[in-house]
């Protein structure tokens, strides 16, 4: 080890300057505020959105429609990938649990079971909600469509 290699230890210098000390400290007189006006002042606190008086984005920006604040929305799980599930790994009861361990939903998620593709397997699931060639579809083939 030579001179020119030392360091201080990790972590025994701190990086922050520190405002407000005086003039030796490089940070003086103004605290880094600059003169004058409300950011100087103590206590300063602009609004959340604040423009310096310019109409704030929010505003300017058209609004239209209608937002139902109490929409469910569902996830979406065909037929067709049930009866490749059913198939590959052989799952014949589909339950809330099942679709998460399969990664196919996440936690708080609401399922809708949807008729796209070919069911061959005969599978019982239960779900939030299901569309009705889907559960004709289930039905046909012996299983059963319950909703939770």
Known sequence: ?????LKPAKG???????IGRGQGSGKGG?????HKGAKARSGYHSKI???GGQMPLYRRVPKFGFKNINRVEYVGINLDLLNTLSEIKGIKDFNIDT???NGLISRHDRIKILGRGELKATINVS??????????????NGGTATIV
Not at 1 to 5: P, S, T, W
Not at 30 to 34: L, Q
Not at 127 to 140: G, M, W
């Open 12 to 18: 025994s210098i701190k990086h922050t300057k520190r």
């Open 49 to 51: 959105g604040f423009e």
């Open 1 to 5: 080890m030579n001179l020119h290699e």
């Open 30 to 34: 103004t605290s880094t505020r600059g």
């Open 99 to 101: 679709f998460l361990s």
């Open 127 to 140: 779900a939030h909600a299901f569309s009705k060639t889907a559960k004709e579809r289930i039905e046909q």
